[in-house]
DNA sequence: TTGTAAGCGTTATCAC
DNA sequence: GTGATAACGCTTACAA
């Protein structure tokens, strides 16, 4: 006959005030960081709250308050179709992913607020998570998408929820948003391209429908064209792995005696880089590569790939910031902060 | 002069008990699916629901059933050093963490239940995890660790909360875990490699303080005697990218007529083969490369890597699946179940 | 400065 | 089968 295993009781407020011998109220007062306490109860209270282990009911707290006390951090992909490999979200696979989680729960952690992490992959999750949040499930939302055609950030305006972007949306938006300054960033590429003394330069780009892809692209060129380089060609990726390899071969049909590349994400040069030892050409001494965003793919190339860093961690860390903002103040969208990247050298150029 | 935005209000059960002039208590029941209402009034209710736009308030209902109706996904990570780069996940880098997310998310998703991301990377973060989920916050516990010396499956046991690990635990526990079965994986490799003719063979295996690495090592060398291939080099790999380049270079050095490698991951063999490429060996014909996991990384691979899938999207349901039976019926903790895998036949092998 | 008391929106326990 | 009514644990006027 085993005894039956007791349940541990939560100690409430309640049981915190008796233990105190005040008032509910103080206790939630001194939980709350009241400045109305008298000093010396406060001391009483804050000892039998460590006395009984007391922890807030999130429920019951936000009952009343009205807030959740969470966020949500929403990954918006394109739509699987029903004929593809199982699920493979892309942007999981993605380096970027990551340094967003650590940036964004830098700041939340400390705060006590909570991340939900949804999909919306397609328009029946899209709608589910809609109502989620239009509900007031949670108290906040960062967006992180990955195609241009999404809808999202435009429902997600409409719900006027608190809402920071990862990243400046395709298509204009109140909605504040976190990014690096691309253009600078491929003018610091193609600088540094030019300092080597290359000229016959070519670029793999992002896909030329979303910002960060036509901005980088663009501001490259831009920049080269300052150096006197006006010919340079160039192949669309789609910031993956193979996408990378797959133009890195287009754009050595194209243009053999290249000397010098600008690949606009650092896991599309991951893919590109075997294509060019393979097609027999020694980097950076023959080529000489660039990349962009400092992965971890950046290091783990071979050779060390020379890339423009994004401060991914510091920038999810301010959207986060950001979003608190917002949540604390209904002082309406917070404005966007467009970080500066930096050049590092390794040895792929 | 602009009109104050109103607030939108949110109907209560209040409210629609009045549109459907019926109780509060018969809402809910309808809300709940209770048996016990009298269908015509049934209807009447739910058409009040779709006219008021009703959706239950959480926090209250949380308050009362004690359910949160969301579950943890905890990632634990070795501790980072103050001295090392900022933050760089490697959980969150490898594509495999991005499959469990989809996996479990196909089923608590249409379950109602979310899901709560948290970090354990730290002494300090994992106290206050474990405070969290001790305070009942969350219903259950999904635990995906990396390193074997991790505390937090004992600590998580403590609990005696409902959760499943995501692979066999290194020390013994009486926790639900879900993996695929690695020696019979690991035997697909060899057999395969043994098939094709290969006899001098290499091996580049995971951490040998865990599981995964263990089981895969030993079971691979097991299959090969059964072969009559005793005489195998290997290498140990941390299941990075760089660390499969470096144990590759460490295995050529020692066995230079190597003509078949079974790579402990795919994300190892990402690393690897350009390795290989550059030492000069061709990939088949020269040296057959078998992965394992069937990552997204297998595809990209170059040449495409024959690989031991491990059907981990399925898993990850059957985790939520075994976390769901937990919560709902106290009978104790599940079974354990394991998935067989199956040999996906690229080119490289 | 502190305490009292009124909710917050549900579910659950009763009578009816 | 249905409807009052009492919790659930907290915050917050308002009163003292």
Redesign the interface.
């Known amino acids: 006959m085993t005894a039956e295993?007791e349940p541990p009781v939560?100690p409430t407020l309640e049981d915190v005030a008796a233990v105190a011998g005040v008032s509910r109220a103080t206790v939630s007062r001194v939980i709350n960081g009241a400045t109305t306490v008298d000093p010396a109860l406060r001391t009483v209270v804050e000892e039998a709250v460590a006395t009984t282990g007391y922890?807030p009911?999130?429920?019951?707290r936000?009952?009343v308050t009205r807030r959740?006390d969470?966020v949500a951090?929403v990954i918006s992909e394109r739509e699987r179709r029903p004929d593809s490999e199982?699920?493979?979200?892309?942007?999981?696979?993605d380096?970027y992913?990551?340094?967003v989680?650590?940036?964004l729960?830098?700041v939340l952690?400390p705060a006590g607020i909570?991340?939900?992490?949804?999909?919306a992959d397609d328009e029946a999750?899209r709608n589910?998570l809609l109502?989620y949040l239009r509900?007031?499930?949670v108290d906040g939302v960062v967006l992180v998408t990955s195609h241009a055609d999404d809808p999202l950030p435009g429902l997600l305006e409409d719900t006027?929820l608190p809402a920071v972007l990862a990243g400046r949306p395709p298509r204009p938006s109140s909605l504040a948003y976190v990014e690096v300054d691309q253009q600078a960033g491929a003018r610091l590429a193609a600088d540094h391209l030019a300092a080597l003394g290359r000229r016959r330069i070519g670029t793999i780009s992002g896909p030329q429908d979303r910002p960060a892809g036509q901005v980088r692209l663009a501001g490259f060129l831009e920049a080269l064209a300052a150096h006197g380089i006006e010919d340079v060609a160039c192949a669309e990726g789609d910031f993956?792995?193979?996408g990378g390899?797959a133009a890195m071969r287009r754009l050595l049909a194209e243009q053999p005696g290249l000397d010098g590349v600008f690949i606009a994400s650092d896991l599309m040069a991951?893919?590109a880089?075997?294509?060019l030892?393979?097609a027999g050409r020694d980097v950076p001494s023959d080529v000489a590569v660039v990349g962009f965003d400092d992965?971890?793919?950046a290091?783990?190339c071979?050779p060390p790939l020379t890339t423009v860093r994004q401060p991914v961690?510091?920038m999810a860390a301010e959207m986060a910031r950001l979003l608190l903002k917002q949540i604390g103040g209904p002082g309406g969208p917070s404005p966007s902060v467009v970080f500066p990247p930096t050049l590092v050298r390794r040895q792929s150029a």
Do not use: K, W
């Open positions: 295993v939560r922890v009911n999130r429920a019951a936000s009952l959740t969470s951090l199982p699920f493979v979200g892309r942007m999981f696979s380096p992913f990551g340094r989680v650590g940036g729960l830098e952690r909570q991340m939900v992490l949804m999909l999750s589910q109502s509900h007031g499930h006027r993956t792995h193979l390899a991951l893919g880089l075997p294509v030892l393979r992965s971890s793919a290091a783990a071979d961690e510091e």
